[in-house]
């Protein structure tokens, strides 16, 4: 079946300290990839989509690239802001129609 | 201005009691879900709907039924809650790529 599987947390940062969560996923279809967000008591909320040929996508300083021969796409921030704490979620949509299918998620907390 | 509500924000229910949650958006989107976050699973989705009077299973229906009156209005029913189905329901609508949720319902069954 379809999975996605993401770096387990929690996350513990100091501010200005590089942040990396690690996502990967097995499918047989032809997924769009996206990095999404959530902050304490809001529902989740889209950081970017990530292209697939070659591109970088980025959003509010973060960045995530796709690796093709790994089925991976990272999310990686040089230096995090304690206002970046929060639920991180690697995403599939794996079809037009159907939901979304979500990694578990990776907390990630940032100290001043 | 919101554009996905969510209505009651939290509610305690006893089992085997019927218990509606609620949507609603203004983004004036067809495509409407639901989902149930739990500790440890991430964001399932119980079902979708693409249009008024039509909804869809997900990966996770069994215990649920879903109800789209309008394009608006997306409603999620439990006709006999259980202690599995403690839980938080976000509700989202869609355009071409991207989901817009609601802040949630935090549903605790006794």
């Known amino acids: 079946g379809d999975s996605v599987t993401q770096t387990k947390g929690p996350v513990t940062l100091s501010e200005g300290t590089s942040l990396t969560v690690n996502c990967s996923y097995e499918?047989?279809?032809?997924?769009?990839l996206f990095w999404y967000v959530q902050y304490p008591g809001e529902g989740p909320q889209l950081l970017f989509k990530?292209?697939?040929?070659?591109e970088k996508g980025s959003n509010r300083g973060f960045e995530a690239t796709y690796d093709k021969g790994t089925t991976s796409f990272h999310l990686q921030k040089a230096s995090v802001q304690e206002s970046d704490s929060a639920v991180y979620y690697c995403?599939?949509?794996?079809?037009?129609?159907?939901?979304?299918?979500f990694g578990l998620g990776t907390r990630v907390s940032v100290f001043p | 201005e919101a554009a996905v509500t969510q209505s009651p924000r939290s509610k305690v229910a006893v089992t085997g009691g019927k218990v509606t949650l609620s949507c609603h958006q203004t983004?004036?989107?067809?495509?409407m879900y639901w989902y149930r976050q739990d500790t440890g699973h991430g964001l399932r989705l119980i079902h979708y709907?693409?249009?008024?009077?039509?909804?869809e299973k997900g990966d996770i229906p069994d215990g649920y039924k879903a109800s789209r009156p309008s394009q608006e209005n997306f409603s999620l029913i439990l006709e006999l809650a259980s202690l599995s189905q403690t839980a938080v329901y976000f509700c989202?609508?869609?355009?071409?790529?991207?989901?817009?949720f609601g802040p949630g319902t935090r549903l605790t069954v006794l």
């Open positions: 990530v292209p697939k040929a070659n």
């Open positions: 709907s693409y249009v008024a009077d039509s909804t």
């Open positions: 499918t047989k279809q032809y997924p769009t």
């Open positions: 983004n004036n989107h067809d495509y």
């Open positions: 995403v599939l949509a794996l079809n037009y129609a159907q939901g979304l299918t």
């Open positions: 989202a609508s869609r355009d071409s790529y991207e989901q817009y």
